[in-house]
């Protein structure tokens, strides 16, 4: 569904520019739920917006639904849905007629629109808020009619720019219902952005981290975090110089790594746990240190980031935040 | 479910309906390129053409028609000058040769709502740029143009029937219309207007997303050029360096044309000028617009 080689994009701010994304290589296969995660700032929207014909790439190719998105926007227009950061609908129109409107921007004729507009109402449970202009809906309903807008004309590859931002959690989980209601009924391929650790690591398949305007990772959340981050385990024991000869036996243990001591804890990473720890436990007690207590944690894909970047993908939000608008 | 009909040409085969629940099949591809770049006056894009403008233009007007008391209070200001300007006017009596004063001043309120209502149309588009709404319209295979036609021609519709209503009110305060002329005259406006209005969209998508630039432009051009036209009192009676100023703006040569038209005097060598400057203000703001549209926003 997706073929993008060497895409990249350069801004003028100021006097200066900002290379926004710096050569995006990627590929998506039909029905895959791709979740893009990186900090704000990373080239996540940018990314899309090439991806989606809004903006043209500096340099590099993509091809989107068959389409080339440089030689033929409209042709990839016409095959993809887009549900963007922003609310999608006008403040000034009734929620049902931007449906219609939106049918009728895809080529359908009026009666058809109707008819569509009353099925993604349906679909997306709007049906009660038909005759309401998008000021008087929360939050959740405005993105759920975001997403009926995307939807509209039945694209076979949906793109969705933080789809769940900003909503609550009751919000944020209805969404997501919806979403992947859509991809189990009718097979849509979602290519979606979000900074939400969490949903990417739960919901997608498929997770490509972006970092400075390069995918630095791609794999599935257990892949990725197998290889790039791989379990945390945490023993506490009596005293320092005991915490001292436990981090010497976990230097040992194969594959362990970032064997780190504070006080009484001893830190370290390992490939699998579940695994290792009964191995180390034993080896502790041969070395006659009394372990107090033990535990173990999967990686989180902020692990994962952390171990690609440095950094923690919280705190690179947090600096980034104002570095690049929206891109 | 059968089919969803488009009223487009198909090019290419419809995708067969992989990975699509039985109960609904794909929308068949839009095969046509959507873009005037396609072939330039070839009957299906022109057709496609107006029927995308006609999508814009239903989308702005439903709301008109939805809220028609919003209407009104869009009306107040022209009927404001009319009765409370005009009079005014109509008690200095120096336009010598040129008939009633109204005959000279409801041309001149007609082009005043065309200046400030596609301003207003660039305002809208910049509420819908600094929103979601337009990015989610330019993801469609919408037209460029007929975006911005569409929502100028909305502004007109609401324009014609404001000056049909000021042209109504005045004649019995002592204005004689002339009927082909105020046609001709309102053809001009349109023209005149839907280039006003795409350089308005075209100010609105540079001004994006702050907006600080759209407001202060629209103020500094929109009245200046308003009070160098001669549209509220004759600029015969300003200096020489005002009345060269004056001969420079576009505004001062439409507004001269409505007038010879709204008096009948189809031969006057303004209404010639000011058709011609109708037509380049048109040109340059389409030009402009399609292509900053194009451009990606």
Same mark, same amino acid.
């Given at each position: 569904?997706?073929?993008?080689?060497?895409?990249?994009?350069?801004?003028?701010?100021?006097?200066?520019?900002?290379?926004?994304?710096?050569?995006?290589?990627?590929?998506?296969?039909?029905?895959?739920?791709?979740?893009?995660?990186?900090?704000?700032?990373?080239?996540?929207?940018?990314?899309?917006?090439?991806?989606?014909?809004?903006?043209?790439?500096?340099?590099?190719?993509?091809?989107?639904?068959?389409?080339?998105?440089?030689?033929?926007?409209?042709?990839?227009?016409?095959?993809?849905?887009?549900?963007?950061?922003?609310?999608?609908?006008?403040?000034?129109?009734?929620?049902?007629?931007?449906?219609?409107?939106?049918?009728?921007?895809?080529?359908?004729?009026?009666?058809?629109?109707?008819?569509?507009?009353?099925?993604?109402?349906?679909?997306?449970?709007?049906?009660?808020?038909?005759?309401?202009?998008?000021?008087?809906?929360?939050?959740?309903?405005?993105?759920?009619?975001?997403?009926?807008?995307?939807?509209?004309?039945?694209?076979?590859?949906?793109?969705?720019?933080?789809?769940?931002?900003?909503?609550?959690?009751?919000?944020?989980?209805?969404?997501?219902?919806?979403?992947?209601?859509?991809?189990?009924?009718?097979?849509?391929?979602?290519?979606?952005?979000?900074?939400?650790?969490?949903?990417?690591?739960?919901?997608?398949?498929?997770?490509?981290?972006?970092?400075?305007?390069?995918?630095?990772?791609?794999?599935?959340?257990?892949?990725?975090?197998?290889?790039?981050?791989?379990?945390?385990?945490?023993?506490?024991?009596?005293?320092?110089?005991?915490?001292?000869?436990?981090?010497?036996?976990?230097?040992?243990?194969?594959?362990?790594?970032?064997?780190?001591?504070?006080?009484?804890?001893?830190?370290?990473?390992?490939?699998?746990?579940?695994?290792?720890?009964?191995?180390?436990?034993?080896?502790?007690?041969?070395?006659?240190?009394?372990?107090?207590?033990?535990?173990?944690?999967?990686?989180?894909?902020?692990?994962?980031?952390?171990?690609?970047?440095?950094?923690?993908?919280?705190?690179?939000?947090?600096?980034?935040?104002?570095?690049?608008?929206?891109? | 479910?059968?089919?969803?009909?488009?009223?487009?040409?198909?090019?290419?085969?419809?995708?067969?309906?992989?990975?699509?629940?039985?109960?609904?099949?794909?929308?068949?591809?839009?095969?046509?390129?959507?873009?005037?770049?396609?072939?330039?006056?070839?009957?299906?894009?022109?057709?496609?053409?107006?029927?995308?403008?006609?999508?814009?233009?239903?989308?702005?007007?439903?709301?008109?028609?939805?809220?028609?008391?919003?209407?009104?209070?869009?009306?107040?200001?022209?009927?404001?000058?009319?009765?409370?300007?005009?009079?005014?006017?109509?008690?200095?009596?120096?336009?010598?040769?040129?008939?009633?004063?109204?005959?000279?001043?409801?041309?001149?309120?007609?082009?005043?709502?065309?200046?400030?209502?596609?301003?207003?149309?660039?305002?809208?588009?910049?509420?819908?740029?600094?929103?979601?709404?337009?990015?989610?319209?330019?993801?469609?295979?919408?037209?460029?143009?007929?975006?911005?036609?569409?929502?100028?021609?909305?502004?007109?519709?609401? +324009?014609? #029937?404001? /000056? &049909? @209503?000021?042209? $109504?009110?005045?004649?019995?305060?002592?204005? =004689?219309?002339?009927?082909? !002329?105020?046609?001709?005259?309102?053809?001009?406006?349109?023209?005149?207007?839907?280039?006003?209005?795409?350089?308005?969209?075209?100010?609105?998508?540079?001004?994006?997303?702050?907006?600080?630039?759209?407001?202060?432009?629209?103020?500094?051009?929109?009245?200046?050029?308003?009070?160098?036209?001669?549209?509220?009192?004759?600029?015969?009676?300003?200096?020489?360096? +005002?009345? #060269?100023? /004056? &001969? @420079?703006?576009? $505004?001062?040569?439409?507004?001269?044309?409505? =007038?010879?038209?709204?008096? !009948?005097?189809?031969?006057?060598?303004?209404?010639?000028?000011?058709?011609?400057?109708?037509?380049?203000?048109?040109?340059?703001?389409?030009?402009?617009?399609?292509?900053?549209?194009?451009?990606?926003?």
């Amino acid at each position: 569904m997706i073929h993008a080689r060497g895409l990249t994009r350069r801004f003028k701010v100021g006097r200066g520019v900002v290379d926004a994304v710096r050569g995006l290589d990627i590929d998506v296969e039909r029905g895959q739920l791709v979740a893009f995660l990186g900090p704000n700032g990373a080239g996540k929207s940018t990314s899309l917006r090439m991806l989606t014909s809004l903006l043209p790439p500096t340099s590099g190719t993509a091809t989107v639904a068959g389409r080339d998105v440089v030689s033929d926007p409209a042709g990839v227009r016409a095959r993809i849905g887009y549900v963007g950061q922003k609310n999608s609908a006008g403040e000034n129109f009734r929620v049902r007629d931007e449906l219609v409107t939106q049918a009728r921007c895809y080529g359908l004729r009026r009666a058809e629109a109707r008819r569509r507009a009353d099925e993604v109402l349906a679909l997306l449970d709007l049906e009660a808020l038909a005759t309401r202009k998008p000021g008087t809906l929360s939050g959740g309903q405005r993105r759920r009619l975001d997403i009926a807008l995307g939807l509209i004309h039945r694209p076979g590859l949906l793109f969705l720019d933080e789809p769940s931002t900003g909503l609550d959690p009751q919000s944020r989980a209805n969404i997501w219902e919806h979403i992947l209601r859509l991809r189990a009924e009718h097979g849509t391929t979602l290519f979606l952005t979000t900074h939400y650790l969490e949903e990417a690591d739960t919901m997608a398949e498929r997770v490509v981290i972006i970092d400075h305007g390069r995918i630095i990772a791609d794999g599935t959340a257990e892949q990725l975090k197998g290889e790039l981050a791989g379990d945390r385990v945490t023993v506490t024991v009596h005293d320092e110089p005991e915490a001292a000869r436990a981090a010497e036996v976990a230097a040992r243990i194969a594959g362990s790594d970032a064997v780190t001591v504070e006080r009484r804890t001893v830190r370290l990473r390992v490939p699998h746990a579940g695994r290792t720890l009964p191995e180390y436990l034993r080896s502790l007690d041969a070395s006659g240190v009394k372990v107090a207590t033990a535990e173990t944690a999967r990686p989180t894909l902020d692990d994962v980031f952390l171990a690609l970047t440095g950094r923690s993908l919280r705190e690179s939000d947090e600096s980034h935040g104002t570095a690049t608008h929206g891109a | 479910m059968e089919q969803p009909r488009i009223d487009r040409p198909r090019v290419d085969r419809p995708r067969p309906a992989r990975h699509q629940a039985a109960g609904a099949a794909p929308l068949p591809p839009n095969g046509v390129p959507h873009s005037p770049t396609g072939k330039k006056g070839h009957p299906v894009s022109v057709r496609l053409f107006l029927r995308d403008t006609s999508t814009v233009f239903s989308r702005e007007f439903v709301p008109v028609l939805r809220e028609p008391l919003g209407l009104l209070f869009t009306m107040g200001q022209p009927l404001l000058f009319l009765f409370l300007f005009g009079p005014l006017l109509a008690g200095t009596q120096s336009f010598e040769g040129q008939g009633s004063p109204w005959q000279w001043f409801v041309p001149g309120i007609l082009i005043m709502m065309c200046l400030s209502g596609p301003m207003m149309a660039g305002y809208s588009l910049l509420v819908e740029l600094i929103g979601g709404s337009m990015e989610r319209m330019l993801v469609t295979p919408l037209n460029r143009t007929a975006m911005l036609v569409g929502r100028t021609m909305k502004e007109f519709v609401i +324009l014609l #029937a404001q /000056a &049909a @209503l000021i042209i $109504v009110l005045a004649v019995p305060l002592g204005f =004689r219309p002339h009927l082909p !002329g105020v046609l001709t005259g309102l053809a001009i406006l349109v023209v005149f207007g839907i280039g006003l209005g795409s350089l308005s969209f075209v100010l609105a998508i540079a001004s994006s997303p702050s907006g600080n630039l759209f407001y202060g432009v629209t103020q500094l051009v929109l009245f200046p050029l308003m009070l160098l036209s001669g549209v509220l009192l004759p600029m015969d009676f300003g200096p020489a360096w +005002l009345q #060269a100023a /004056a &001969a @420079l703006n576009p $505004v001062t040569h439409i507004v001269e044309a409505e =007038r010879a038209l709204f008096s !009948g005097r189809f031969a006057d060598l303004s209404v010639l000028y000011g058709m011609l400057w109708a037509c380049v203000v048109a040109a340059v703001g389409l030009a402009m617009g399609t292509r900053a549209m194009r451009r990606g926003i």
